[in-house]
């Protein structure tokens, strides 16, 4: 099959590398692979595709496929422009964030309705959080597939373990990320055997967060984005 996969950017982020094992697998059941980006930004997340010979394409057209993969909420524009004929599957990641979305740009409602399959990571966002959207579609036409990542065996070796727990957390430091939470939460249970490390993606730690941190450098450890490969290691 010729398949288009469509990123919203090709930033570090989850719904990049999720992407990006979906091209892996695709790719190694012999189909004709190409991916598209809605932002034309240059990010760590292209050269992958380059590698493995993948098309990125700047200016494409959404005609000649036989399946289109769109993914992310903001792909919605691409799941309405394409042309019935093709099918469309589109991978929803965001969670409130994603109503936020909707809210501002009302016209991509109309994606729950024109997508061929529609495929989130978990059943909450289904049940609850898109559940408004969905009321016209069958349930087989909804599916739920959960993130995973394909750990390199054996892992790349990062910084042993100072404390018995290490909780890691990676992503965009955002306050809808709940880091804040998390530092709070490690903070309250005040355990000499717990220690978090928080690999940043992009973003600043809010100064509250970030004072309670610092005031404890062997229980918190602060990173900056770290490669794909040492990242896993971390996880």
Same mark, same amino acid.
């Given at each position: ?34 991916? +598209? ?8 997340? $292209? ?5 493995? @010979? ?15 993969? +769109?993914?992310?909420?903001? $792909?919605? /524009? ?6 019935? $004929? ?11 964030? @994603? ?11 109309? +994606? ?8 989130f990571p978990g059943a909450t966002m289904r049940d609850n959080v898109f559940q408004s959207f969905?009321?016209?579609? /069958? ?31 990676? @992503? ?18 005040? /355990? ?16 509250? +967060?970030?004072?309670?941190?610092? $005031? ?20």
């Amino acid at each position: 099959m010729r398949i288009l996969l469509v990123n919203h950017q090709f930033i570090m982020s989850g719904a990049a590398v999720m992407l990006s094992q979906i091209a892996d697998i695709l790719l190694a059941d012999g189909h004709d692979i190409s991916v +598209a980006t809605l932002d034309s930004t240059e990010g760590p997340m $292209a050269q992958p595709y380059r590698d493995r @010979g993948i098309p990125l394409l700047r200016d494409f057209k959404l005609r000649g496929y036989d399946l289109v993969i +769109a993914n992310t909420l903001l $792909a919605a /524009r691409i799941v309405v422009q394409t042309e019935p $004929a093709i099918p469309t599957i589109w991978w929803i990641r965001e969670t409130e964030y @994603g109503l936020k979305l909707l809210e501002k740009n009302p016209e991509w409602r109309k +994606a729950f309705d024109m997508a061929s399959r529609i495929v989130f990571p978990g059943a909450t966002m289904r049940d609850n959080v898109f559940q408004s959207f969905l009321y016209k579609r /069958r349930p087989d036409e909804v599916l739920i597939v959960p993130n995973g990542l394909d750990l390199p065996k054996p892992p790349p070796k990062v910084e042993r373990n100072k404390r018995k727990y290490r909780i890691v957390n990676v @992503g965009t430091m955002d306050r809808r990320k709940r880091q804040l939470d998390l530092i709070r939460a490690v903070d309250i249970l005040d /355990r000499d055997d717990i220690e978090l490390v928080l690999i940043r993606l992009d973003g600043a730690l809010q100064n509250d +967060a970030k004072k309670v941190a610092l $005031a404890d450098p062997k229980r918190y450890h602060m990173l900056d984005q770290r490669s794909r490969e040492e990242t896993y290691g971390w996880i």
